[in-house]
């Protein structure tokens, strides 16, 4: 069974930073190609970030410079560090297996002075 758990949001003012967590199982976590997707609210889902089996990263152009995204294999976990953070960063952050429909709860960042 596919279980995904966020972790690592909050409450931070703008120009600061979280680091977010995603505790992945049921499923080859090594081999799986991995995104964070965030949801504003009374918005649409958004792409935010890839993170590939080997590493490499792709990020959507709002994120770049600000957003590094990371995994450890052994740990079947990945990661998503923000840094110099924006109100219009505020969402539900989660995570997913690229294709699959399997959501975990997400975790609330809120950009806010």
């Known amino acids: 069974q596919v279980q995904l758990l966020e972790s690592g949001g909050g409450l931070v003012q703008p120009g600061g930073s979280l680091s977010l967590s995603c505790a992945a199982s049921g499923f080859p976590f090594s081999e799986a190609i991995m995104t964070w997707i965030r949801q504003a609210p009374g918005k649409a889902r958004e792409w935010v970030a890839t993170?590939?089996?080997?590493?490499?990263?792709f990020y959507t152009d709002s994120v770049k410079g600000r957003f590094t995204g990371s995994r450890d294999n052994a740990r079947n976990t990945l990661y998503l560090q923000m840094n110099s953070l924006k109100p219009e960063d505020t969402a539900v952050y989660y995570c997913?297996?690229?294709?699959?429909?399997?959501w975990g709860p997400g975790t609330q960042v809120t950009v806010s002075s």
């Open positions: 993170i590939a089996p080997g590493g490499a990263t």
């Open positions: 997913q297996e690229y294709g699959s429909t399997t």
